[in-house]
C-alpha cells in the first residue's frame, strides 16, 4: 500500500488513479498522518431476485413431513 501526501496527490493524481485502477491502494496523508484511502471501485452486489428458480427447483410435499426420530437426535447434538 502507497502512502502520498495530499500535495503530490494533487500533482499525479491521473498516475495515482491509474495505480488504483491497477488494483493498488493508495493512503493520502497530511504530513505523516494519514487521512484518506483511494481503493478501486467495487459495484454493489446485485440482488436476489425472488423465485428466480421458478420451474427450475420443485419441492415435493415429503419435504414438509416430520424427519425420522433418528435424524433429530442427529440435529439435536
Known amino acids: 500500500m502507497k502512502t502520498v501526501t495530499i500535495h503530490t496527490a494533487k500533482t499525479t493524481l491521473s498516475q495515482l488513479l491509474a495505480l488504483v485502477e491497477a488494483g493498488e491502494e493508495i493512503v493520502l496523508a497530511r504530513g505523516k498522518k494519514p487521512i484518506a484511502k483511494l481503493t478501486p471501485f467495487q459495484p454493489p452486489a446485485?440482488?436476489?431476485?425472488?423465485?428466480?428458480?421458478?420451474?427450475?427447483?420443485?419441492?415435493g410435499p415429503e419435504f414438509f413431513d416430520p424427519l425420522p426420530e433418528q435424524q433429530l437426535a442427529a440435529w439435536e447434538q
Open 46 to 59: 446485485t440482488k436476489r431476485r425472488f423465485g428466480a428458480l421458478s420451474g427450475i427447483i420443485s419441492v
